[in-house]
């Protein structure tokens, strides 16, 4: 177990909808990653939170938007679902002065109909 | 733009036999590199890591990987495979501390009785 934990851990939302998927970081941990894994692909960057300020985004519409928070914990908002957004998606903390080594939760299978 | 290629997309091995999965990455200095597990359903678990030093690095569950800057390969091999090995492996790179992982598009592990 690495100490980051998703929720909720399955979701099932209608095209259009708006969804928030959670993180809570590791203990120590200040930098927290989002990335959507669709299904037979690998994990694509979607952007990155560093002390509250986001630090780096991937090729995603502006749909996609987060939060970090004072604790670190953060949150992944996707507006206007589309049905290409079923995916896992991954949260990942890490420390910045190791910031080499990200520690993963289990995910949050999102699947829009 | 950095990238990472697993060339195998699925491979098949029995019990007991060797394993070796490739991953070739594209980016002109040397990145930081990673090995991940997943298994079905399952977020990421780090197996094993190369930052600098020794090219040879042990991980876990007996897994180790060889980074070869000659050939920009950082290829995952274990002696002996047990069933519980079943699972995707991914390959990713990092340019610097605090940027994002890149993944390649997995290798999907399946183990003969």
């Known amino acids: 177990e690495t100490g980051v934990t998703q929720s909720p851990t399955h979701l099932i939302k209608t095209r259009g909808q708006q969804v928030t998927l959670r993180c809570s970081s590791q203990?120590?941990?200040?930098?927290v990653s989002w990335y959507q894994q669709a299904l037979g692909q690998g994990p694509q960057f979607i952007f990155q939170?560093?002390?509250?300020?986001?630090?780096g985004r991937g090729n995603f519409p502006p749909r996609f938007s987060g939060l970090q928070f004072p604790n670190y914990s953060s949150e992944l908002n996707v507006n206007a679902l589309e049905l290409d957004d079923s995916a896992l998606y991954l949260c990942?903390?890490?420390?910045?002065?190791?910031?080499?080594?990200?520690?993963f939760g289990q995910g949050t299978r999102l699947t829009v109909v | 733009a950095q990238s990472v290629t697993q060339p195998d997309i699925h491979i098949t091995v029995s019990e007991g036999a060797s394993l070796e999965l490739r991953c070739n990455y594209s980016?002109?200095?040397?990145?930081?590199l990673f090995w991940y597990v997943q298994s079905p359903g399952q977020g990421l678990q780090l197996l094993l890591k190369?930052?600098?030093?020794?090219?040879l690095v042990q991980g876990i569950k007996g897994f180790e990987a060889e980074f070869k800057r000659s050939q920009s390969s950082f290829n995952l091999r274990k002696p002996s495979v047990h069933w519980s090995d079943a699972a995707e492996y991914f390959c990713?790179?990092?340019?610097?501390?605090?940027?994002?992982?890149?993944f390649g598009t997995g290798t999907r592990l399946a183990v003969r009785p």
């Open positions: 990942a903390s890490s420390f910045e002065a190791v910031g080499t080594e990200a520690f």
């Open positions: 939170y560093y002390r509250e300020e986001e630090n």
């Open positions: 990713a790179v990092l340019k610097s501390s605090g940027d994002k992982l890149t």
């Open positions: 190369y930052f600098s030093g020794d090219t």
């Open positions: 980016y002109g200095a040397t990145p930081y």
């Open positions: 203990s120590g941990h200040n930098t």
